[in-house]
Protein backbone atom coordinates (compact mmCIF):
# COMPACT_ATOMS: atom_id res chain seq x y z
CA UNK A 1 0.00 0.00 0.00
CA UNK A 2 1.11 3.26 -0.78
CA UNK A 3 1.03 6.02 1.53
CA UNK A 4 -0.20 9.94 1.08
CA UNK A 5 3.15 11.27 1.01
CA UNK A 6 4.44 8.53 -1.73
CA UNK A 7 1.20 9.49 -3.50
CA UNK A 8 1.91 13.58 -3.38
CA UNK A 9 5.29 13.49 -4.16
CA UNK A 10 4.61 10.91 -7.33
CA UNK A 11 2.43 13.59 -8.68
CA UNK A 12 4.37 16.35 -8.35
CA UNK A 13 7.16 14.24 -9.48
CA UNK A 14 5.51 14.04 -13.02
CA UNK A 15 4.57 17.76 -13.66
CA UNK A 16 6.62 20.11 -15.98
CA UNK A 17 7.40 22.55 -13.14
CA UNK A 18 9.35 19.60 -11.22
CA UNK A 19 10.59 19.05 -14.35
CA UNK A 20 12.43 22.40 -14.11
CA UNK A 21 13.10 22.84 -10.98
CA UNK A 22 14.38 19.43 -9.65
CA UNK A 23 17.04 18.79 -11.76
CA UNK A 24 19.13 21.82 -10.25
CA UNK A 25 17.87 20.91 -6.83
CA UNK A 26 17.65 17.34 -6.09
CA UNK A 27 21.26 16.40 -7.20
CA UNK A 28 22.79 19.19 -5.55
CA UNK A 29 21.07 18.87 -2.25
CA UNK A 30 21.78 14.59 -2.38
CA UNK A 31 26.10 15.38 -3.07
CA UNK A 32 26.34 17.65 -0.20
CA UNK A 33 24.49 15.79 2.15
CA UNK A 34 25.90 12.55 1.21
CA UNK A 35 29.53 13.91 1.04
CA UNK A 36 28.54 15.43 4.80
CA UNK A 37 27.79 12.43 5.92
CA UNK A 38 30.56 10.16 4.71
CA UNK A 39 28.11 8.51 2.14
CA UNK A 40 25.34 7.39 5.18
CA UNK A 41 22.53 9.56 3.79
CA UNK A 42 21.17 10.68 1.01
CA UNK A 43 17.88 12.50 1.35
CA UNK A 44 16.34 11.42 -2.24
CA UNK A 45 16.00 8.17 -0.88
CA UNK A 46 13.38 8.61 1.57
CA UNK A 47 10.77 7.98 -1.51
CA UNK A 48 13.13 6.23 -3.65
CA UNK A 49 16.05 4.05 -3.46
CA UNK A 50 19.67 5.96 -4.56
CA UNK A 51 22.89 5.31 -5.17
CA UNK A 52 25.94 7.70 -6.18
CA UNK A 53 27.23 6.52 -9.61
CA UNK A 54 30.89 7.46 -9.92
CA UNK A 55 31.65 7.15 -13.74
CA UNK A 56 34.48 8.16 -15.89
CA UNK A 57 33.79 11.59 -18.19
CA UNK A 58 33.22 10.34 -21.93
CA UNK A 59 35.19 13.04 -23.22
CA UNK A 60 36.60 15.04 -20.00
CA UNK A 61 38.26 11.38 -18.63
CA UNK A 62 37.45 12.92 -15.27
CA UNK A 63 35.45 11.35 -12.57
CA UNK A 64 31.81 12.07 -12.33
CA UNK A 65 29.45 11.44 -9.46
CA UNK A 66 25.81 11.44 -9.77
CA UNK A 67 23.06 10.69 -7.22
CA UNK A 68 20.76 9.01 -8.87
CA UNK A 69 17.48 6.56 -8.18
CA UNK A 70 18.07 3.34 -8.83
CA UNK A 71 15.53 0.00 -8.41
CA UNK A 72 17.53 -2.80 -6.75
CA UNK A 73 17.26 -6.05 -8.24
CA UNK A 74 18.56 -9.58 -7.68
CA UNK A 75 18.82 -9.22 -3.93
CA UNK A 76 21.62 -6.51 -4.72
CA UNK A 77 23.26 -8.25 -7.33
CA UNK A 78 22.22 -5.49 -10.04
CA UNK A 79 20.26 -2.37 -10.48
CA UNK A 80 18.26 -0.47 -13.53
CA UNK A 81 18.97 3.23 -13.72
CA UNK A 82 16.61 5.20 -15.57
CA UNK A 83 18.29 8.44 -17.92
CA UNK A 84 14.53 9.89 -17.83
CA UNK A 85 16.57 13.17 -17.47
CA UNK A 86 13.15 14.51 -15.55
CA UNK A 87 11.55 14.67 -18.47
CA UNK A 88 13.39 16.61 -20.35
CA UNK A 89 14.20 16.63 -23.53
CA UNK A 90 17.89 15.86 -23.92
CA UNK A 91 19.51 12.44 -22.56
CA UNK A 92 21.44 13.05 -19.04
CA UNK A 93 25.24 13.67 -19.24
CA UNK A 94 25.86 10.38 -17.60
CA UNK A 95 23.93 7.96 -19.91
CA UNK A 96 26.52 9.59 -22.66
CA UNK A 97 29.27 8.50 -19.86
CA UNK A 98 28.16 4.83 -19.63
CA UNK A 99 27.64 4.23 -23.30
CA UNK A 100 31.64 5.24 -23.48
CA UNK A 101 32.94 3.81 -20.12
CA UNK A 102 30.36 0.76 -19.12
CA UNK A 103 32.84 -0.07 -15.97
CA UNK A 104 31.76 2.29 -13.33
CA UNK A 105 30.68 2.08 -9.26
CA UNK A 106 28.17 2.64 -7.09
CA UNK A 107 27.87 3.96 -3.52
CA UNK A 108 24.90 1.65 -2.14
CA UNK A 109 23.91 2.19 0.95
CA UNK A 110 27.36 3.72 1.65
CA UNK A 111 29.86 0.96 0.36
CA UNK A 112 31.21 1.67 -3.33
CA UNK A 113 30.78 -1.51 -5.69
CA UNK A 114 32.17 -2.36 -8.84
CA UNK A 115 29.98 -2.75 -11.48
CA UNK A 116 29.67 -3.19 -15.54
CA UNK A 117 26.80 -0.91 -17.12
CA UNK A 118 24.72 -2.01 -19.73
CA UNK A 119 21.80 -0.30 -21.84
CA UNK A 120 18.84 -2.44 -22.54
CA UNK A 121 17.56 -2.83 -25.56
CA UNK A 122 14.43 -4.98 -27.13
CA UNK A 123 12.40 -7.52 -24.98
CA UNK A 124 15.07 -6.81 -22.39
CA UNK A 125 14.13 -3.45 -21.93
CA UNK A 126 10.61 -3.96 -22.38
CA UNK A 127 10.52 -6.37 -19.24
CA UNK A 128 12.85 -3.65 -17.10
CA UNK A 129 10.06 -0.55 -18.47
CA UNK A 130 7.34 -2.40 -16.71
CA UNK A 131 9.31 -3.05 -13.68
CA UNK A 132 9.77 -0.07 -13.35
CA UNK A 133 6.60 1.64 -14.42
CA UNK A 134 5.29 -0.16 -11.71
CA UNK A 135 7.98 0.50 -9.00
CA UNK A 136 7.78 4.94 -10.19
CA UNK A 137 4.54 4.92 -12.40
CA UNK A 138 5.63 8.90 -12.55
CA UNK A 139 8.52 7.34 -15.41
CA UNK A 140 5.62 6.76 -18.09
CA UNK A 141 4.93 11.20 -17.58
CA UNK A 142 8.62 11.20 -18.58
CA UNK A 143 8.76 9.26 -21.20
CA UNK A 144 5.02 11.17 -22.90
CA UNK A 145 6.77 14.55 -22.41
CA UNK A 146 9.81 13.67 -24.54
CA UNK A 147 10.45 12.27 -28.41
CA UNK A 148 13.89 11.01 -27.43
CA UNK A 149 13.46 6.55 -25.59
CA UNK A 150 14.39 6.77 -22.08
CA UNK A 151 17.58 4.77 -21.86
CA UNK A 152 17.75 2.17 -19.35
CA UNK A 153 20.71 0.59 -18.42
CA UNK A 154 21.15 -2.28 -15.92
CA UNK A 155 24.30 -2.35 -13.51
CA UNK A 156 26.09 -5.82 -12.88
CA UNK A 157 28.42 -6.55 -9.87
CA UNK A 158 31.44 -7.39 -11.20
Same mark, same amino acid.
Not at 29 to 55: E, N
Not at 77 to 93: D, I
Not at 115 to 126: F, K, S
Given at each position: ????????? +?????? =????????? @?????????? +?? #????????????? %???? #????? +??????? #?????????? %??? !??? @???????????? !? #?????? $??? @???? !? +?? =??????????? %??? =???? !???????????????? $?????? =? @???????
Amino acid at each position: MVGIGVRLV +RKMSAT =RTFAQVAPH @VVPALDRVVH +RL #TRGRVLPSTSMLP %GAIL #TSTGA +RSGLPRH #TPLACMPEEG %GRS !WLL @VGSNFGRTEHPA !W #TYNLLA $RPE @VSIN !W +RG =RDIAVTARLLE %GEE =RTAA !WRALLAFWPPYAAYQD $RVARRI =R @VFRLVRE
